[in-house]
């Protein structure tokens, strides 16, 4: 049997971080392309480099998380259907998790709360499970 393994760029300034997410992902079946920046970031997808995720720090230097995400979604035109985007931040706000869907992520993730949750949502957008929603 041929199972996909989803490829996920993950992109974080601090290197302890992208070490630690970038392990337990990669533990959990995905292929991981670990990013210092959001700048080498947008260069790897203008280039066409392809991902079945994204998954990024909003708070970086230079280009920050909210400026990838907009760059993805109107300068690439990419949609949210074609590739997902899942922000992270380290700390929890309504308003971040408002902006993130204004600014077209498809999910928001919380350092420092159970990996689980950021587990189970890139695997609920990369397509290796399905979510509980019911729109009935």
Do not use: C
């Amino acid at each position: 049997m041929n199972e996909r393994v989803p490829k996920v760029l993950l992109i974080d300034d601090d290197d302890a971080i992208r070490r630690l997410y970038g392990d337990i992902l990669r533990s959990e079946g995905f292929d991981i392309t670990p990013m210092a920046s959001a700048q080498a970031a947008l260069e790897s997808l203008l280039k066409g480099d392809t991902y079945d995720l994204v998954i990024t720090d909003i708070m970086m230097a230079k280009m920050d998380g909210w400026d990838l995400l907009q760059a993805i979604r109107k300068r690439l035109g990419i949609s949210e259907l074609k590739l997902p985007v899942i922000v992270m931040s380290a700390f929890e706000s309504g308003a971040l998790e408002f902006k993130a869907l204004q600014y077209g992520a498809n999910g928001h993730y919380v350092k420092g709360t159970p990996v689980q949750k950021l587990i189970r949502e890139a695997k609920i957008q990369t397509g290796l499970i399905r979510s509980n929603y019911s729109a009935t």
